[in-house]
């Protein structure tokens, strides 16, 4: 019995001897700081903005119609050539209508001639009744049959002016100055008058696009033509652009409301491209712009960031909305002269010791190294 006391006493003074050649802290030893760079963010208002795909279209685009009737004879212009307004792009057979002129001018002037002899008939009547050989009723009739006959020669003279008008209809020209489409007609074809499209003419220095965002991007949103928009062609050049329509209704059936914006010319966009498209609908007030490396998505679908504060990483919880640029607009969670941390994230943890460099340190951090 004394024995096992012996050995009892003689391990508790070993253990005790072990414990206290053990290096003092080692157990609450801490990993060293992790460098990290910060920047600092600012509140101020920020414009809100919603993105879309829009698509461009020519604002002089206008369709070549034929305003006559027949089959089209030939095509005058070629595809895709510029053509000015008034050039002739294609023919109408006009023997019928050269045909129609002829016989109106003919009637026209058969109508002058009979004109002259009432003019001659009134003049003779007129000196026969100053003479008393005359009746009244004989000068009458002649100041009849002269004005029915100035009436006829009228009604002839629009005849033949409106055969003319049809006779030059045959020759189909540029309703206005650009780029001429692929002709959509052949020739041999009946076309009809006003109804036959048998090509198109583009202006490509007035070029618009036109988007429709949804109805539910644009709640709350007070909408004018006043409202900033901006351009970006595939490459990521922004185009100078102006909205200059803008729908009154909604589209019940998509849920959009057409919009379109005016872009300067010799942007390079053809009418029929796809433009990328940003709205401003609003302002958010007191919002700060992070850059979007420095935010994380938690696995509950909220976000946050980490701010360097007294020597430790704190997370702190953030409210986002949109992208601008290679930032993020943060609405809330933050202020003015917060140091978001915007690297060693995923080696952060809430608390986590951190330094500054001495080129990004303040006060604050400069105290925590």
Known sequence: MQRRALLFA???LSAMAAAGCKPKGSASAEPAPLEVDIVRVSL???PRWIEMIGQAEGGGEVEVKSQ????LKTQRYREGDFVKAGDVMFEIESDVYRARFNAAAAARRRSADELRQAERELKRAEGLFRSGSGSRKALDDARSARNQAKHQLDEARADEADAKIALEWTKVKAPASGY?????????????ADSTVLAS??????????????DRDLEGAELSLNNAVRIFRKDGAELSAKLDYLAQSIDYDVGTRTMRAKIAAGSGVLPGQFVRVRLMVGVDRQACRVPQKAILQ?????????IAKDGRAERRPVTVGL??????IVLSGLKTGDAVITNQLLRLRDGARISVPDAQSTPTESSAS
């Open 298 to 306: 938690l696995p509950d679908g909220t976000y946050c960031v980490y």
């Open 323 to 328: 992208w601008e640029g290679r930032d993020w």
């Open 44 to 46: 101020a208002d920020e």
């Open 68 to 71: 006559t009737d027949g089959i």
């Open 201 to 214: 003419v583009t202006q490509h220095d007035d070029v618009r696009v036109v988007f429709a965002p949804s």
């Open 180 to 192: 001429a489409s692929k002709a959509l007609v052949n020739p041999g074809t009946l076309v009809s």
């Open 10 to 12: 003689f391990s508790t």
